[in-house]
């Protein structure tokens, strides 16, 4: 099966909020993804709604449920109470739990699953009841006793955090370091029956590698390399140019 890709919209809706106008259109640059094969949406909800507005996410789910059956919504963040009733009443096909301080600049590690098992239970279990896929975000090196106890939880999927290896496009050795890492701990936890997703940082360049260490990936988030790319080449192309690496 090919990669599927999710479109993260949160840089287009944080280049939005630099003025009160309602331009770039997060549902129009949204549809230009579908349009051109994206699988489906990601967003990121912060508290302080400095990119994603929670007046976004009922947008973007009638978007997908009016015009294109079949694509996936994501809402990725950390689980308080406000987001998970803002997921609960958007219905998404899948949440990304994410442990996010709200200060932080963007997502840099994944949980400590043995110290949040109970928490992440209970959190896993409300999601999970109400039909919704639940992937859990995880640092690139997780040891099998930590991928344990996220299958414990009771999760469908981990999302590898992907920005060690991104972060290395200068340098080949430790790129191909990093790679290794998120190779073993993918095959620990399919090992386990968890599905694999990744995002940060990934780009055309370092995606061939990643796709080709871990032929069971099953989603990849991007958003800041896909946003960029599409200053040179517009949204519709660059969605292009990512699904033909992820499908080969």
């Not at 301080?101 to 896993?124: E, I, R, Y």
């Not at 040891?143 to 299958?151: R, V």
Request: with cysteine; net charge negative.
């Amino acid at each position: 099966m090919p990669v599927r890709l999710s479109v993260n919209l949160n840089a287009i809706a944080f280049l939005r909020n630099r003025r009160d106008l309602p331009w770039p259109s997060v549902t129009g640059i949204g549809a230009l993804a579908l349009e051109a094969g994206a699988s489906g949406l990601t967003v990121h909800p912060r508290p302080d709604q400095r990119h994603i507005r929670f007046s976004d996410v009922p947008a973007i789910r009638a978007l997908i449920d009016d015009r294109f059956a079949g694509c996936e919504f994501n809402i990725e963040g950390y689980p308080t109470e406000e987001f998970l009733a803002l997921c609960i009443a958007n219905e998404p096909e899948q949440v990304t739990l994410v442990p996010d301080d709200p200060a932080q600049p963007t997502s840099d590690h994944g949980w400590d699953f043995v110290a949040v098992q109970p928490f992440l239970t209970k959190v896993t279990s409300r999601l999970r009841d109400k039909g919704i896929r639940v992937s859990l975000f995880c640092d690139p090196d997780a040891s099998e006793a930590q991928l344990a106890a996220a299958k414990a939880t009771g999760a469908n999927r981990v999302e590898l955090y992907t920005g060690p290896y991104g972060g290395a496009y200068d340098d080949d050795r430790r790129a191909q370091a990093e790679l290794e890492k998120l190779k073993n701990t993918a095959e620990t936890a399919h090992a386990l029956g968890l599905g694999v997703n990744a995002g940060h940082d990934l780009t055309v360049g370092n995606l061939p590698a990643l796709v080709a260490a871990i032929p069971f990936l099953a989603e990849t988030s991007i958003g800041h390399a896909l946003s960029a790319d599409a200053f040179v080449h517009g949204m519709a192309e660059t969605v292009k140019r990512f699904r033909a690496v992820l499908e080969g």
